[in-house]
């Protein structure tokens, strides 16, 4: 297997109260299907707690179950990908951060930025979302389809689960017929873990929070300043303060000047760095000095 030139850094996303305020579905499905959010996850909570569901098969059966969604298909649901509402700065950050690859001094290493979201929603909404042109690849739930309408889970994301996809950035397997178990040695890999970033919101977040730190990589958790309850801000400073979960916090907004944003910066200006650095260093290491004259 051939060594990788390791001059890609990755981004990976999670969606819902990250990238967006809300869960995708508010934004997408209950406004157009006239569902109340909180009477939706509490019949959700219902078959989680009294019949042991995981969380997102309790979601999806109940969208295949109440007769105002059960016909839509995945093309619907891409249509009301448009509608989603999202931070600020979100989607025109994603480009707007290839100027720190872009700077003259990279020149040299042929640097590339690349932006992945990997969510527990449905992947059909964020497909139709003004955020697909801007990444790589999405990974999230998703439905078979029978006479064209939604019919039984074809996939389901965990938080849990989500590692695994973290796993297929670092490898590069990002078609999921490719075994992502398969053993790879590290300079076979397409994006180290030192060359990658996660950005989350919270507990559902841990697993891929801990599985970043523990293979060198950079995380942050984002909190919405505008969450008058302070939730958002508290699950964030729990995993900084009292769990040493991630690198750093910050408020999710991802507007040139943010706080966010001078993080995300720096950290790939740091990667960036290393990049030069190891390059110059491998070509010292192959330069065979000219013969005296
Ligand atoms: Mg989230």
């Known amino acids: ?52 569901y995981e969380q997102e098969l309790a979601y999806m059966k109940r969208l295949l179950e109440d007769e105002r969604t059960r016909h839509l298909s995945n093309a619907d649901l891409a249509r009301m990908g448009s509608d989603l509402v999202f931070f600020p700065g979100v989607p025109e950050f994603f480009s707007e951060l290839e100027t720190v690859v872009r700077n003259p001094r990279y020149a040299e290493c042929d640097l590339h930025l690349e932006h992945y979201v990997v969510s527990s929603g449905l ?70 873990f030192r060359h990658m970033i996660y950005v989350g919101d919270g507990p559902t977040d841990v697993p891929c929070f801990t599985l970043m730190k523990k293979h060198g990589g950079f995380a942050i958790a984002v909190y919405n300043p505008q969450d008058a309850t302070r939730r958002s801000f508290e699950k964030c400073y729990a995993l900084a303060r009292h769990a040493d979960r991630v690198h750093f916090i910050a408020p999710a907004d991802y507007r040139a000047g943010s706080h966010l944003r001078l993080i995300l910066e720096r950290h790939i200006t740091e990667i960036a760095d290393e990049i030069l650095e190891r390059q110059r260093q491998s070509l010292e290491a192959v330069r065979v000095p000219a013969p005296l004259p």
């Open 123 to 192: 992947k059909a909404i964020l497909e139709g979302s003004r955020i697909a042109s801007y990444v790589k690849a999405i990974f999230g739930c998703e439905f078979d389809e029978d006479h064209a309408r939604i019919s039984f889970p074809k996939r389901t994301i965990s938080h849990t689960q989500k590692t695994q996809f973290l796993f297929r950035v670092n490898k590069g397997l990002l078609r999921l017929d490719q075994d992502v178990n398969d053993h790879m040695p590290e300079e076979a890999r397409r994006i180290p």
């Open 1 to 52: 297997m051939i060594a990788r030139p390791h001059n890609i850094i990755g981004i990976v996303y999670d969606y819902d109260h990250t990238l967006s305020p809300h869960y995708m579905q508010e934004d997408t499905i209950f406004r157009h299907c006239g569902i109340d959010a909180a009477e939706f996850w509490s019949s959700c909570t219902a078959l989680i707690k009294e019949k042991g």
